[in-house]
Every structure is written in structure tokens, then in C-alpha cells.
């Protein structure tokens, strides 16, 4: 104390100094509770706030906070898929001697990327959150980083591992792939916690000095490079392919097999097989003569042959097929676990998705231009997903293509077919009662039930026709039912007027199995006043059909009269369009029963994606039977049009796969886009945004908006938004870590127990969505569980080594050592270990056992649920117990 001071202590804790009161710390505090517990925290004085609102409103915003780090942490992986995506163009021979064919590889590596810049992706709001705690307190020494680091370890690797493990689909199992890389990250994580307790509790106890930091920091360069080396193949015998050069070319793989069928045409038509082949052309060959993707855009030929096949499902636009194309070439790329991340935080968000969401968009658009001729039930899309039901189905055969999604299974070789024989009728207005056919195809073995009812048109009901609300069952074996109709008359003149009979599935789900509506599940019955034959013609001279219909459908209509059965032959005639070549011709027969006035004659057109001129065929109607007659127009000519001109259609398909591609992108190429994403919801794709996107993006709004002004990484190569992205976690953690530490103390828990639980899985779900999104859509499970353990160790040897380093150097000048608490951190580092040791041993128990279908994830039902069930067991023990250490419970056993 300095000379001439006259300092003197009062009775309430102030102080006397020079007669000029000072308060000391401490009293300002003792009934502020935990206010001086943050670095920037609390901004504005809560000293009459209650606790308890104060605790409520802490833990708010701290989970406000989870959010803001998640969305930030999506600017951040793009700019780091931005730098990892730099490729380098490979020259090839080709069959030209002055153009080599010139193919382009990503320059990092997967194993080098998943553990440098992806893990720090993943990762640093907990390394952050490490170092930030260390200068916070001066760098010493405290519980909340370090109890983070390992808290999130331990639910990583045993919640995580235990999700993908149950929720694979049914009958489904994931291996991982590049085992090698696993069993060194796998060794890695487990060597960097018993280090870590090495450290803690033996070499030094309670004290890290400068060598065991600068260890710890040398081990993540170690891992790096070890895993770089297990990926080439440098342990063991190289595979006899080297499957890291077909990451880089391809994500196909060459020898597989395929089935015959719809999905063997489709691969053969993108170029993945031969024609007649069973054997999948291999990746490399298949990128260098039918690749999709060069430069950016699109293979003229590949797209060409690409659309060829999905134009033969019809109801699908131009738009629908630039929206599969693009999706099935980006879903069939290798993605990384960062892909899987962001996926997850924008779904939880509420912002534009980077998987494909095209299931929705095919059925509306499908079920628009199929109204007029699929009926569907209710509003519901049935019949449209059984036209775009082979489509899925040829595009998921590939086994190592991810599935674009599922549609429902209608197999109308395995369902009854119900519908009318006719799609209309006409009955005179005196007829009372007459009969309406009902016919059945498809599968008669079984017994099914539909119910018929009739609708309001001009006709009414009560006033033209009796109402009919009946459910009409199929015996096995019936193929035909009838259904009365009465038609009421009035005696009074009226116009010719309609009404129409539905025919609908019953709402008992049991009774809708095996049963699905016909073509015709509609039909419209005309009241007129004739009961003539009537005559048979078509309704016009000429019809205009483009080459790309799939079928043209061409009316033969009864007029002045409609009574009895009559029946009418038709044949097509050979002009400028030839049958086999521009349309399949040939002859039949129609069938108009008593009161039906319209029927539809098919002739499926044959669409070569080839530019031709106009062409034409006649269809002819000859031999009416019944009482019938022809009438005027008995030949009509069908002329086959080109859709466009065929560049200007193919250079718009280009165009719109291309965009369709570029919306896909993880990253942002423009402040626009990147402002536009976050004013909008689901990116701006309003059209599948459900009611909770837009809930969650009115809760994320703020942070939206604000981490906007993020430079977008398509500046300087994606260095600029790392770095920004980076500090603005950095700002954010200091505050979670403030928002945790009042939290936990308002509480009353310790920061060590708040560290393994609140912040340890706020920081943790949105991995935890993106490995179970990798689970399910992968073929293998690396992407799930395969980069856990290399995460884990990156979070010891960058999350501790960097502060302990740090702290270790600051204190070595002040001449003072940097303690660390032994008792907590290495109880908890050492429980972990042992319970890690046991969870990676499940999972390659799972690997080689029968029991569990030889596979990491997914197998038989009870097996895999009580794997997963074990593993979450382990995580609790692991939080129970550290809990109790951090309370204390286990010190008479340390002192026994």
C-alpha cells in the first residue's frame, strides 16, 4: 500500500481511503448472485430481477444462441466445401489426335479435408468456446471448455453412434468403407483422451506444461498424415482397385452387377452399362465417353439419352425431367459429412434445403397434366405415382447411386383394377332403370369392395335421377358388377343435361390394400331423348399430336342415338409417318354398350429425340355391327409434329439442369443469392415449405439477416468467409459460454456438469441430424460414423492443445505453472476412454458377427436396438457418474 494513505475499514465491508468510500468487489456481488460469472455478460444491471426469471430467460437464450452458432457454422462449411472442392484438370488420350479429353480431380484429399478444415467445421464452436474460456480467466485454468470438449466427445460417439445404428431402414444394412482411415481415427481418439489422462494424472499432476501441449498439438498433424496414408493404400496390400482415384473420377463403382429390366434400359441409356450387358461400365471410362458434368455443364448426349428414357413415363414436364436430372447427378456424387451438417441446420432453420425435394414437385406437375385421363381419388395423387413409380425405381437400382426418394408402391400386377367400362354414356329420360358396367382387371384372386356414388352436374339429383351411395364388392373371380341408375321424368322439356357416377376407395385402410381406381374412375351419364343405334364417327378430321405425347388419344363418338350394344373395327394407314418407326399401328375393334356414347382409340407414338419434319398416318373406321352406322367422318388423319426446334429444346433442358444443379450448391456465389436465402423461406422455394419452415424461419430471422453480410465464398476462394465466419463463431461462443456459466450457476449446477449436458448437446444436434440423414441415404456408413472418431480426437488435440499451449507459454513468463483441476477432468476423460474402448468394440463386433448382419449400422431388428439401447445406456452412466465426481460423491473412494 502506497505511503500517505489513510485507509480504514468500515463495519459494512466498505472502505475508508484518503475520506473517500470504496466498495470492494465482493460486496458488490453478495447479493448480485452470479453476475460476475461472465466475461461480456450481463450487459445491463439484473439486480432486482428475480433468479428464477433470470434463469429462464438465460436458458432461452442460450438455446437462441445454439441456433445462431448452427446457422453461422452453415456460412462457414461453405466456405470450406468451396476451398475443398479446387480440382485440377487430368489430360487424357482420345480418339482425336488434336483434342485430348480432359477430365477434372478434387485437389484435397477426403481423409486430409474430413480432418482439417471439415472437423474444425464441426468443431469449432467447441474449440472456441476452450480458448475463449482460457483468456476469459487470465489463462488459467476452467471447467467449461474442457468439459465441453468431452461432454460433446461422449455424446458423439455414443448417442450418434447409436442413432444410426437404429434408424436405418428396415432390412437394410450400412459397412463402413475405408476401414483403414476408421481404424486409425478410431485408434487416434482413443489415444488423444489417454494422453489426455496421462497429463492430467500422472506425468504432472494437476499442472500442463509447455512439452505436453506442444505434444498434444503435434498429434493432430500425426493423425492427419496417417490417414492420408491409410487412404492410399500405404498399410497392407493396395486393393486390386484403387478406390480413392474412383472417388476422384466417379462415384461408381466398376464390376457391379445389375438386374435385367426397367432400371438395366435406364443405365444403359446414361451410359453405366452396354447394352445387353450385365456388367456396369466402369467409373472412369463411363466419366470420359458419357460424362454428365464437364466444366460446369452438361454432356449433350448423356442429357439426350437421359431425357429419352424418362420421356417414355408420361405426365413428366420438361421442367420434371431438368429437376430429376439434376438431382439424381448431384445425389450420386460423393458428399462429405460437411454436406450431411448443413442439410441438417437448414432443415432445423427453415432454410433452402441442400438435398433435392423433388417428390413433391413431380406428382403436382404429373397430376396436372394427367387430370384428363386419371381420375384420382380424392384429390390424392395414386394414380401419378404409379406412372412415376418405374421412373424411381430405375433411378435407385444403382447400387451406389442414393436414392432421389421414395413413392408408393402400386403394382397393378399385384392390385385389383377398378374403373367404368365406358368414360360416358347417354339414356333417354324415360329409360327409368338401366344398368352401368363396372369392370375389374388386374388381380381377380381376391375378395375387394369400392364405393360408387353419384355427383351434381346440370342434372340434379331428387329431380333427374335417383342418388346412389353404394359399396360394390368383387367376389374372387369377378371381373364384371352392374349398378342400377333411375333416371326420374318429369315430363316437362328440359335440355340435355349430366350427371356423373365416382367411383372411390373406402376409408378402412385394410379394405384399400390391393385395390386401386382404373383410368376411368369417372363417368358421365348425358339424359337426352333418342333411342336410336345412333351413328359412329370420329369427332374431327385431323388431329395435331407432338412427338413427344407418348400416346395419342383419338375420340370415336355415337351420335343421334344410343341404344343397344353396337361395335365398330378401326385400323391405321401408312403415309409420311410409318408404323414401327413414328408411331405402333395396327387394328381393332370398339365396343360401345347400351347407352355409352363415347370410347377412345390409343395409338402410342414413338418419340426418336431427333429433329425431323412434320409426318402424318390415317386411322380408319370400318365394319359397324349392332344397328350402327358410319357416320360422316369415318377417317381421320393424325399428323406427328416435332415438339421445337430440337437445339432450342435441348439447350433449354441444359439450361434448366444446370440451375437446378447450382440451387443445390451448399455455398452462395453472390451477396444477392445469399440475402435472398435468408429473407425467404426454404430458400425461396415456397412451394415445398411446410408450416414448421416457416415457423422455425421467423425464429431464425435475426441471425438470417445479420450473418448475411458474411462475405459470400465465392471471394478470394472462400478464404475471406472462413475467416469472418470464423471470428463470428468465436464472438458467439464467448457468449454461449457466458449465457452457460450464469445459467448453470442460477441453477445451482457446476460448470463441469452444465459443460457435459446443456452446451455439450447444443452444440452436438445438428451433427447428430446430419449422421442420421447420412445414414439412411447412404450406401456405406462412413459419412454417418466413420468421421466421429476423427472429430473427437481433432476436438483434444486443436480444442485443448491450442489454449494449453497457449495458457502453458503466458504463464511460463509470469514464472508460475498453468494448473488444470485433475479431479473432475480426469475422472471424466478417464470414464470416457473406457466406455469409448467398449462402443468402437460393439461396432466392430457388429462388423464381423452374423447376428448383426456383418454391418456397423442397421441389420435385424432386436439385435440392433439393443446395440443401440446399450449405447445409450453408456452415455448416461458416463453423465451420471461425472456428475456425481463433480458433486463429490466419490471422494471417500478417492481417499479409501
Same mark, same amino acid.
Given at each position: 500500500?502506497?505511503?500517505?494513505?489513510d485507509v480504514?475499514?468500515?463495519?459494512?465491508?466498505?472502505?475508508?481511503?484518503?475520506?473517500?468510500?470504496?466498495?470492494?468487489?465482493?460486496?458488490?456481488?453478495?447479493?448480485?448472485e452470479?453476475?460476475?460469472?461472465?466475461m461480456?455478460?450481463?450487459?445491463?444491471?439484473?439486480?432486482? &430481477?428475480?433468479?428464477?426469471?433470470?434463469?429462464f430467460l438465460?436458458?432461452?437464450?442460450?438455446l437462441?444462441?445454439f441456433?445462431g452458432v448452427?446457422?453461422?457454422?452453415?456460412?462457414?462449411m461453405?466456405?470450406?466445401?468451396?476451398?475443398?472442392?479446387?480440382t485440377?484438370? #487430368?489430360?487424357l488420350?482420345?480418339e482425336k489426335e488434336d483434342?485430348?479429353?480432359?477430365?477434372?480431380?478434387?485437389?484435397?484429399?477426403?481423409?486430409?479435408?474430413?480432418?482439417?478444415?471439415?472437423?474444425?467445421?464441426s468443431?469449432a464452436?467447441?474449440?472456441?468456446?476452450?480458448?475463449?474460456?482460457?483468456?476469459?480467466?487470465?489463462?488459467?485454468?476452467?471447467?467449461?471448455g474442457?468439459?465441453?470438449?468431452v461432454?460433446?466427445?461422449?455424446?458423439?460417439?455414443?448417442?450418434?453412434?447409436a442413432?444410426?445404428?437404429?434408424f436405418?431402414?428396415?432390412?437394410?444394412?450400412r459397412?463402413?468403407?475405408?476401414?483403414k #482411415?476408421?481404424?486409425?481415427?478410431?485408434?487416434?481418439?482413443v489415444?488423444?483422451?489417454?494422453w489426455?489422462?496421462?497429463?492430467?494424472?500422472?506425468?504432472?499432476p494437476?499442472?500442463?506444461?509447455? &512439452?505436453?501441449?506442444?505434444?498434444?498439438?503435434?498429434?493432430?498433424?500425426?493423425?492427419?498424415l496417417?490417414? &492420408?496414408?491409410?487412404?492410399?493404400?500405404?498399410?497392407?496390400v493396395?486393393?486390386k482397385?484403387d478406390?480413392?482415384?474412383?472417388?476422384?473420377?466417379?462415384?461408381?463403382q466398376?464390376?457391379v452387377?445389375?438386374e435385367?429390366g426397367?432400371?438395366a434400359?435406364?443405365?444403359?441409356?446414361?451410359?453405366?452399362?452396354?447394352?445387353?450387358?450385365?456388367?456396369?461400365?466402369p467409373a472412369?471410362?463411363?466419366?470420359?465417353?458419357?460424362?454428365?458434368?464437364?466444366?460446369?455443364r452438361l454432356?449433350?448426349?448423356g442429357l439426350v439419352?437421359f431425357?429419352k428414357e424418362?420421356?417414355?413415363?408420361?405426365?413428366?414436364?420438361?421442367?420434371d425431367?431438368?429437376?430429376?436430372a439434376?438431382?439424381?447427378?448431384?445425389?450420386?456424387?460423393?458428399?462429405s459429412?460437411?454436406?450431411?451438417?448443413?442439410?441438417?441446420?437448414?432443415?432445423?432453420?427453415?432454410?433452402?434445403?441442400?438435398?433435392?425435394q423433388?417428390?413433391?414437385?413431380?406428382?403436382?406437375?404429373?397430376?396436372?397434366?394427367l387430370k384428363?385421363?386419371?381420375?384420382?381419388e380424392?384429390g390424392?395423387?395414386?394414380?401419378?405415382?404409379?406412372?412415376l413409380?418405374?421412373?424411381?425405381?430405375?433411378m435407385?437400382?444403382?447400387?451406389e447411386?442414393?436414392? #432421389?426418394?421414395?413413392?408408393?408402391?402400386?403394382?397393378?400386377?399385384?392390385?385389383?383394377i377398378?374403373?367404368?367400362?365406358?368414360?360416358?354414356?347417354a339414356?333417354?329420360?324415360?329409360?327409368?332403370?338401366?344398368?352401368v358396367?363396372?369392370?375389374?382387371?388386374?388381380k381377380?384372386?381376391?375378395?375387394?369392395?369400392?364405393?360408387?356414388?353419384?355427383?351434381?352436374?346440370?342434372?340434379?339429383?331428387?329431380?333427374?335421377?335417383?342418388?346412389?351411395?353404394?359399396?360394390?364388392?368383387f367376389e374372387s373371380?369377378?371381373t364384371?358388377?352392374?349398378?342400377?341408375?333411375?333416371?326420374?321424368?318429369?315430363?316437362?322439356?328440359?335440355?340435355?343435361?349430366e350427371?356423373?357416377?365416382?367411383?372411390?376407395?373406402?376409408?378402412?385402410?385394410?379394405?384399400r390394400?390391393?385395390?386401386?381406381?382404373?383410368r376411368?374412375?369417372?363417368?358421365e351419364?348425358?339424359?337426352?331423348n333418342?333411342?336410336?343405334?345412333?351413328l359412329?364417327?370420329?369427332?374431327?378430321r385431323?388431329?395435331?399430336?407432338?412427338?413427344?405425347?407418348?400416346?395419342?388419344?383419338i375420340?370415336?363418338?355415337?351420335?343421334?342415338?344410343?341404344?343397344?350394344?353396337?361395335?365398330v373395327?378401326w385400323?391405321?394407314?401408312?403415309?409420311?409417318?410409318?408404323?414401327?418407326?413414328?408411331?405402333?399401328?395396327?387394328?381393332?375393334?370398339?365396343?360401345?354398350?347400351?347407352?355409352?356414347?363415347l370410347?377412345?382409340?390409343?395409338?402410342p407414338?414413338?418419340?426418336?429425340?431427333?429433329?425431323?419434319?412434320?409426318e402424318?398416318?390415317?386411322?380408319?373406321?370400318f365394319?359397324?355391327?349392332?344397328?350402327?352406322?358410319?357416320?360422316?367422318?369415318?377417317?381421320?388423319?393424325?399428323?406427328?409434329?416435332n415438339?421445337?426446334?430440337?437445339?432450342?429444346?435441348?439447350?433449354?433442358?441444359?439450361?434448366?439442369?444446370?440451375?437446378?444443379v447450382?440451387?443445390l450448391?451448399?455455398?452462395?456465389?453472390?451477396?444477392?443469392?445469399?440475402?435472398?436465402?435468408?429473407?425467404?423461406?426454404?430458400?425461396?422455394d415456397?412451394?415445398?415449405?411446410?408450416?414448421?419452415?416457416y415457423?422455425?424461419?421467423?425464429?431464425?430471422?435475426?441471425w438470417?439477416?445479420?450473418?448475411?453480410?458474411?462475405?459470400?465464398?465465392?471471394?478470394?476462394?472462400?478464404?475471406?468467409?472462413f475467416?469472418?465466419s470464423?471470428?463470428?463463431?468465436?464472438?458467439?461462443?464467448?457468449?454461449?459460454?457466458?449465457?452457460?456459466?450464469?445459467?448453470?450457476?442460477?441453477v445451482g449446477?457446476?460448470?463441469?456438469?452444465?459443460?457435459?449436458t446443456?452446451?455439450?448437446?447444443?452444440?452436438?444436434?445438428?451433427?447428430?441430424?446430419?449422421?442420421?440423414?447420412?445414414?439412411v441415404?447412404?450406401?456405406?456408413?462412413?459419412?454417418?460414423?466413420?468421421?466421429?472418431?476423427?472429430?473427437?480426437?481433432v476436438?483434444v488435440?486443436?480444442?485443448?492443445?491450442?489454449p494449453?499451449?497457449?495458457?502453458?507459454?503466458?504463464?511460463?513468463?509470469?514464472?508460475?505453472?498453468?494448473?488444470v483441476?485433475?479431479?473432475?477432468?480426469?475422472?471424466?476423460?478417464?470414464l470416457f476412454?473406457?466406455?469409448?474402448?467398449?462402443?468402437?468394440?460393439?461396432l466392430?463386433?457388429?462388423?464381423?458377427?452374423?447376428?448383426?448382419?456383418?454391418?456397423e449400422l442397421?441389420?435385424?431388428?432386436?439385435?440392433?436396438y439393443?446395440?443401440?439401447?446399450?449405447?445409450?445406456?453408456?452415455?448416461?452412466?458416463y453423465?451420471?457418474?461425472?456428475s456425481?465426481?463433480?458433486?463429490?460423491?466419490?471422494?471417500?473412494?478417492?481417499?479409501?
Amino acid at each position: 500500500m502506497e505511503a500517505g494513505l489513510d485507509v480504514k475499514a468500515e463495519d459494512d465491508g466498505s472502505y475508508l481511503i484518503n475520506n473517500e468510500t470504496y466498495i470492494s468487489k465482493n460486496l458488490v456481488y453478495r447479493d448480485y448472485e452470479c453476475a460476475d460469472r461472465g466475461m461480456l455478460l450481463p450487459l445491463w444491471s439484473e439486480y432486482t &430481477w428475480p433468479s428464477e426469471l433470470r434463469a429462464f430467460l438465460y436458458l432461452l437464450g442460450l438455446l437462441y444462441c445454439f441456433l445462431g452458432v448452427a446457422i453461422i457454422a452453415d456460412i462457414f462449411m461453405g466456405s470450406i466445401e468451396k476451398i475443398t472442392s479446387k480440382t485440377r484438370k #487430368v489430360y487424357l488420350t482420345s480418339e482425336k489426335e488434336d483434342e485430348p479429353e480432359i477430365i477434372e480431380v478434387r485437389i484435397w484429399s477426403d481423409a486430409v479435408a474430413n480432418l482439417t478444415l471439415m472437423a474444425l467445421g464441426s468443431s469449432a464452436p467447441e474449440i472456441l468456446l476452450s480458448i475463449i474460456e482460457i483468456i476469459g480467466l487470465n489463462f488459467d485454468s476452467g471447467e467449461l471448455g474442457p468439459g465441453t470438449i468431452v461432454g460433446s466427445a461422449a455424446f458423439n460417439l455414443f448417442v450418434i453412434s447409436a442413432v444410426c445404428v437404429m434408424f436405418i431402414p428396415k432390412g437394410e444394412i450400412r459397412r463402413i468403407k475405408d476401414i483403414k #482411415v476408421f481404424a486409425v481415427t478410431a485408434v487416434f481418439s482413443v489415444v488423444a483422451y489417454l494422453w489426455l489422462l496421462i497429463i492430467v494424472v500422472v506425468v504432472s499432476p494437476g499442472e500442463v506444461e509447455i &512439452w505436453e501441449a506442444v505434444v498434444t498439438l503435434v498429434l493432430f498433424p500425426a493423425l492427419v498424415l496417417l490417414a &492420408w496414408l491409410a487412404e492410399k493404400n500405404f498399410f497392407g496390400v493396395p486393393n486390386k482397385t484403387d478406390t480413392s482415384k474412383q472417388i476422384e473420377l466417379g462415384n461408381f463403382q466398376p464390376g457391379v452387377a445389375v438386374e435385367e429390366g426397367v432400371a438395366a434400359r435406364c443405365l444403359a441409356c446414361l451410359g453405366l452399362r452396354a447394352p445387353g450387358s450385365s456388367q456396369v461400365v466402369p467409373a472412369d471410362k463411363f466419366l470420359r465417353e458419357k460424362q454428365y458434368f464437364r466444366d460446369g455443364r452438361l454432356d449433350r448426349e448423356g442429357l439426350v439419352a437421359f431425357i429419352k428414357e424418362v420421356k417414355n413415363y408420361p405426365g413428366l414436364t420438361d421442367e420434371d425431367a431438368a429437376v430429376l436430372a439434376a438431382s439424381k447427378l448431384v445425389e450420386s456424387q460423393s458428399h462429405s459429412r460437411m454436406w450431411y451438417r448443413v442439410g441438417a441446420v437448414r432443415s432445423m432453420t427453415g432454410g433452402r434445403k441442400t438435398q433435392p425435394q423433388i417428390s413433391y414437385k413431380l406428382k403436382e406437375r404429373s397430376k396436372d397434366r394427367l387430370k384428363t385421363l386419371i381420375m384420382l381419388e380424392d384429390g390424392t395423387n395414386q394414380g401419378v405415382d404409379n406412372y412415376l413409380h418405374n421412373v424411381y425405381n430405375a433411378m435407385n437400382e444403382h447400387p451406389e447411386a442414393p436414392t #432421389v426418394g421414395e413413392v408408393p408402391k402400386v403394382m397393378p400386377h399385384k392390385n385389383a383394377i377398378i374403373d367404368f367400362h365406358s368414360a360416358s354414356c347417354a339414356v333417354m329420360e324415360n329409360i327409368g332403370k338401366f344398368q352401368v358396367s363396372i369392370c375389374r382387371s388386374g388381380k381377380t384372386d381376391s375378395r375387394v369392395s369400392v364405393r360408387v356414388e353419384t355427383i351434381d352436374g346440370t342434372a340434379t339429383v331428387d329431380q333427374d335421377y335417383v342418388p346412389i351411395n353404394e359399396i360394390i364388392t368383387f367376389e374372387s373371380g369377378e371381373t364384371e358388377k352392374f349398378i342400377d341408375v333411375e333416371i326420374i321424368n318429369d315430363n316437362q322439356w328440359e335440355p340435355d343435361e349430366e350427371f356423373f357416377l365416382k367411383i372411390s376407395l373406402l376409408m378402412d385402410q385394410e379394405q384399400r390394400e390391393g385395390v386401386q381406381l382404373g383410368r376411368i374412375s369417372i363417368m358421365e351419364i348425358t339424359i337426352l331423348n333418342d333411342d336410336e343405334p345412333g351413328l359412329v364417327m370420329f369427332q374431327k378430321r385431323g388431329f395435331l399430336v407432338k412427338e413427344s405425347i407418348g400416346s395419342a388419344v383419338i375420340p370415336v363418338v355415337r351420335k343421334n342415338g344410343a341404344d343397344g350394344e353396337i361395335t365398330v373395327k378401326w385400323r391405321t394407314i401408312d403415309k409420311s409417318a410409318l408404323s414401327g418407326r413414328d408411331f405402333k399401328g395396327g387394328e381393332g375393334e370398339l365396343t360401345f354398350k347400351h347407352t355409352e356414347t363415347l370410347q377412345n382409340i390409343e395409338i402410342p407414338i414413338i418419340d426418336d429425340m431427333t429433329p425431323e419434319k412434320d409426318e402424318h398416318f390415317e386411322i380408319e373406321l370400318f365394319d359397324p355391327e349392332g344397328g350402327a352406322k358410319l357416320g360422316q367422318i369415318n377417317r381421320t388423319a393424325v399428323t406427328i409434329t416435332n415438339d421445337d426446334d430440337f437445339n432450342n429444346v435441348l439447350t433449354n433442358m441444359m439450361r434448366m439442369t444446370n440451375a437446378n444443379v447450382h440451387a443445390l450448391q451448399v455455398h452462395h456465389e453472390t451477396y444477392v443469392s445469399q440475402i435472398k436465402d435468408a429473407l425467404n423461406v426454404n430458400g425461396g422455394d415456397i412451394e415445398n415449405a411446410t408450416g414448421m419452415d416457416y415457423v422455425l424461419h421467423f425464429l431464425t430471422f435475426g441471425w438470417k439477416i445479420i450473418f448475411a453480410l458474411v462475405p459470400p465464398p465465392s471471394i478470394l476462394g472462400g478464404w475471406l468467409c472462413f475467416f469472418v465466419s470464423l471470428g463470428v463463431i468465436g464472438l458467439l461462443t464467448a457468449i454461449v459460454g457466458d449465457l452457460a456459466s450464469i445459467f448453470g450457476c442460477l441453477v445451482g449446477l457446476k460448470d463441469a456438469v452444465t459443460a457435459i449436458t446443456f452446451v455439450a448437446l447444443g452444440t452436438s444436434l445438428p451433427d447428430t441430424f446430419a449422421s442420421k440423414t447420412a445414414a439412411v441415404q447412404e450406401k456405406h456408413a462412413d459419412n454417418a460414423i466413420g468421421n466421429v472418431t476423427g472429430s473427437n480426437s481433432v476436438n483434444v488435440f486443436l480444442g485443448l492443445g491450442l489454449p494449453w499451449f497457449i495458457a502453458a507459454v503466458v504463464n511460463f513468463v509470469r514464472a508460475k505453472p498453468f494448473l488444470v483441476a485433475k479431479g473432475n477432468l480426469g475422472f471424466s476423460v478417464g470414464l470416457f476412454t473406457g466406455l469409448s474402448v467398449l462402443t468402437i468394440g460393439i461396432l466392430m463386433a457388429r462388423r464381423v458377427l452374423a447376428v448383426f448382419g456383418k454391418a456397423e449400422l442397421g441389420g435385424p431388428p432386436v439385435p440392433r436396438y439393443l446395440s443401440g439401447a446399450v449405447m445409450i445406456c453408456l452415455w448416461l452412466i458416463y453423465v451420471l457418474f461425472s456428475s456425481f465426481q463433480t458433486y463429490g460423491y466419490f471422494d471417500s473412494v478417492e481417499k479409501v
